[in-house]
């Protein structure tokens, strides 16, 4: 029999929707073996490492939610090393950047219609495998302001059904948290190395951006790099001066994110450092870290997608 493996966080603000729409009518499916992983209230490592001990071989696993339910299912299906599975995305969260990137679909069709290839990226931190990201990794100031939208009054703005009310309450939170921090040090003197071991030197940079995705936290624009296994979009910014700030965005949210077209990215710390680094919003404070290796995975997934 089929297996049909649903991935959901029951303690998010849309859950509602996900048992309206998904959990009260997958008891109707014929000839399925549904399983439920309710995603636990500790982070997204952990809940990848229990989630790929139970995905098997030819599973069709289904993620109900936001970015972080499902990139922990994207990073639970690579752990697991089974083959033949099926990833499909429904959104229920306030970016989405995944469900949009893939196409809305309903269960039915997600079940019904075949996958294609994609490749996810990669992050190493000191030569270790840390995590898998669909859409994008961000290092540094970006990935430190992620924190603003765990905070209540601000997750109410992005709740609104007006997106554009919300888009703009969410900017005006991370402007005045801007003003506050941006004087900090987020990311020591670094370089980057490429894969033809050439070295760019970094001085005064706030942050570095690795994009696989056609958007960033809804605003941002990207590129179609997850349908190839080579190149994603490398970013270096200093997004602490004023100016360079707005030059970015307004150029990343009205034509595209600026870099280059990179297939291996490892940047090195001229000191080990505690570096706050971000995949698909769900942000972690890490200790000692030395190097940040990103790349495509060697192997791609089967996703169900436009």
């Not at 939208?149 to 601000?154: G, L, Q, R, S, T």
């Not at 590129?223 to 001066?241: A, P, Q, V």
């Not at 994110?257 to 706050?276: F, H, Q, R, T």
Request: hydrophobic share 40%.
């Amino acid at each position: 029999m089929k297996r049909l493996l649903l991935v959901f966080n029951p303690r998010s603000s849309h859950f509602w929707q996900v048992e309206r729409d998904i959990l009260t009518k997958v008891r109707e499916l014929r000839g399925w073996m549904v399983g439920k992983y309710e995603i636990s209230d500790t982070d997204v490592d952990d809940n990848a490492r229990k989630l790929s001990k139970i995905v098997m071989d030819g599973d069709v696993v289904v993620a109900a939610g936001g970015d972080g339910t499902a990139n922990i299912a994207v990073n639970g299906i690579l752990l697991s090393g089974a083959t033949g599975v099926k990833f499909g995305v429904m959104g229920y969260g306030n970016f989405n950047d995944m469900a949009r990137m893939f196409g809305d679909f309903s269960l039915e069709e997600i079940l019904e219609k075949s996958g294609k290839e994609v490749w996810p990226l990669e992050c190493r931190i000191n030569g270790k495998h840390w995590r898998y990201a669909m859409c994008y990794f961000t290092v540094g100031m970006f990935a430190e302001a992620c924190a603003v939208f765990d905070k209540p009054e601000v997750r109410k703005k992005l709740q609104k059904k007006h997106r554009r009310k919300s888009l703009i309450g969410s900017i005006w939170s991370l402007s005045m948290w801007w003003f506050r921090e941006h004087k900090r040090e987020f990311l020591p003197d670094f370089s980057v190395k490429n894969s033809s071991d050439e070295m760019i030197h970094c001085d005064n940079c706030s942050d570095y951006m690795a994009i696989n995705s056609p958007s960033v936290a809804r605003i941002m624009k990207g590129g179609d790099y997850y349908r190839g296994e080579n190149y994603f979009l490398s970013n270096i910014g200093c997004m602490t001066k004023f100016f360079k700030l707005i030059s970015m965005m307004m150029r990343s949210m009205f034509k595209k994110v600026p870099g280059i077209e990179s297939d291996y990215d490892c940047l090195i710390l001229e000191k080990a450092s505690k570096i706050m680094l971000q995949a698909e919003g769900e942000y972690k404070m890490i200790d000692d870290v030395k190097t940040i290796e990103i790349e495509k995975t060697v192997t791609p997934m089967m996703v169900v997608m436009k």
